[in-house]
């Protein structure tokens, strides 16, 4: 096995594994923790089913449900409740999966919920002739090269988190928190397994900081997304059938772009389920401002 950075920002592509074959203890002893040092890791060229996707998830935790509360996805009920197909093919007019269409802006998976999801995995199955990249930012990297006077105000905030299932495009101020999920995060979230802080906020589902006046929160937010959206932070993965990326969503964010919305687009998506609360890191502060 052979571990390569995809890019300087963030990113490892795994080589030279079969997920159709049984992993040995050792190899995924070095998957994992390739998966704590580069946050995201692609591995091309896979053959595999659901279920040989399912084991493969399994070895990171127990698989997320789409029966969590809240909005429902349309789905086909053949594929169970811990799967969620990313596609725009159409049946009688209707998505047969979810985010059909169109670019979406940067968001950390079901941050809306107390519990969000430990790490996303995305299969690629069919794919338009262009398009439908996914952009991944590194929000260690963006919490530690925060200005100094933004991270001494955060430190120790929460960020209210809330989505309108099937929203890609914040198109509105707010979104009707008495009929959609929503949950307070802190700011600064600590990663379990590596105990760095990363930056717990998205364009997408971050709508106030907590405890500070509106116009300071919007200015602030807006800051902190266009911080988060900086080349230096940021991957981008064009794909080709048989991807599969692993994402850790504790210390990363994505987005995708858009695509031809009359070419066939068709991704499996298994999500690994958190069991333990969201962690309230410290900000990262330099060693001169720690000084």
Same mark, same amino acid.
């Given at each position: 096995?052979?571990?390569? !950075?995809? =890019?300087d920002?963030?990113g490892?592509?795994?080589? +030279?594994? +079969?997920?159709?074959?049984? $992993?040995? %203890?050792?190899?995924?002893?070095e998957?994992?923790?390739?998966?704590h040092?580069h946050?995201?890791?692609?591995?091309?060229? %896979?053959?595999?089913?659901?279920?040989?996707?399912?084991i493969?998830a399994?070895?990171?935790?127990?698989?997320? =449900?789409?029966?969590?509360?809240? !909005?429902?996805?349309?789905?086909?009920d053949? &594929?169970?409740e811990?799967?969620? $197909?990313?596609?725009?093919?159409?049946?009688?007019g209707?998505?047969?999966?979810?985010l059909?269409d169109?670019?979406m802006?940067?968001h950390? /998976?079901?941050a &809306?919920?107390?519990?969000?999801?430990?790490?996303t995995?995305?299969?690629?199955m069919?794919? !338009?002739?262009?398009?439908?990249?996914?952009?991944? =930012?590194?929000?260690?990297?963006a919490?530690? %090269?925060?200005?100094e006077e933004?991270?001494?105000?955060?430190?120790?905030k929460?960020a209210?988190?809330?989505?309108?299932y099937?929203?890609?495009l914040?198109?509105k101020?707010?979104? /009707?928190?008495?009929n959609f999920p929503h949950y307070?995060h802190?700011?600064?979230r600590?990663?379990?397994?590596?105990?760095r802080?990363? #930056?717990?906020v998205s364009e997408?589902?971050?709508?106030?900081?907590?405890?500070?006046?509106?116009?300071?929160?919007d200015?602030?937010?807006?800051?902190l997304f266009?911080h %988060?959206k900086?080349?230096a932070?940021v &991957?981008?993965h064009? *794909?080709?059938?048989g /991807?599969l990326v692993l *994402?850790d969503?504790?210390c990363?964010?994505?987005?995708?772009? /858009?695509f031809p919305?009359?070419?066939?687009?068709? #991704?499996?998506?298994l999500?690994?389920?958190?069991t333990k609360?969201?962690?309230?890191?410290r900000a990262?502060? =330099?060693?001169?401002?720690?000084?």
């Amino acid at each position: 096995m052979e571990v390569v !950075p995809l =890019s300087d920002a963030v990113g490892a592509e795994i080589r +030279d594994v +079969d997920l159709r074959e049984p $992993l040995s %203890q050792r190899t995924i002893k070095e998957i994992e923790k390739a998966f704590h040092d580069h946050a995201i890791l692609l591995l091309r060229g %896979q053959d595999i089913t659901l279920e040989q996707q399912k084991i493969f998830a399994l070895h990171f935790g127990e698989l997320g =449900s789409r029966n969590r509360p809240g !909005p429902k996805p349309n789905e086909l009920d053949e &594929y169970g409740e811990h799967v969620m $197909l990313v596609t725009n093919v159409r049946e009688n007019g209707k998505p047969i999966g979810s985010l059909p269409d169109g670019e979406m802006t940067f968001h950390a /998976d079901t941050a &809306y919920f107390e519990f969000p999801s430990k790490a996303t995995m995305l299969y690629a199955m069919e794919l !338009p002739s262009w398009g439908g990249n996914i952009l991944f =930012s590194n929000c260690y990297a963006a919490a530690e %090269q925060l200005l100094e006077e933004i991270k001494r105000l955060l430190d120790g905030k929460k960020a209210m988190q809330v989505y309108e299932y099937g929203t890609t495009l914040k198109m509105k101020e707010k979104y /009707d928190r008495e009929n959609f999920p929503h949950y307070a995060h802190p700011v600064f979230r600590k990663h379990p397994e590596t105990g760095r802080s990363a #930056l717990f906020v998205s364009e997408l589902m971050t709508e106030e900081i907590v405890g500070l006046p509106k116009e300071e929160s919007d200015a602030i937010l807006a800051t902190l997304f266009e911080h %988060q959206k900086k080349p230096a932070f940021v &991957y981008e993965h064009e *794909w080709k059938v048989g /991807d599969l990326v692993l *994402w850790d969503n504790r210390c990363t964010i994505h987005a995708r772009t /858009d695509f031809p919305r009359d070419e066939r687009r068709m #991704l499996r998506r298994l999500t690994i389920q958190d069991t333990k609360p969201v962690i309230e890191g410290r900000a990262p502060f =330099s060693q001169a401002a720690a000084e």
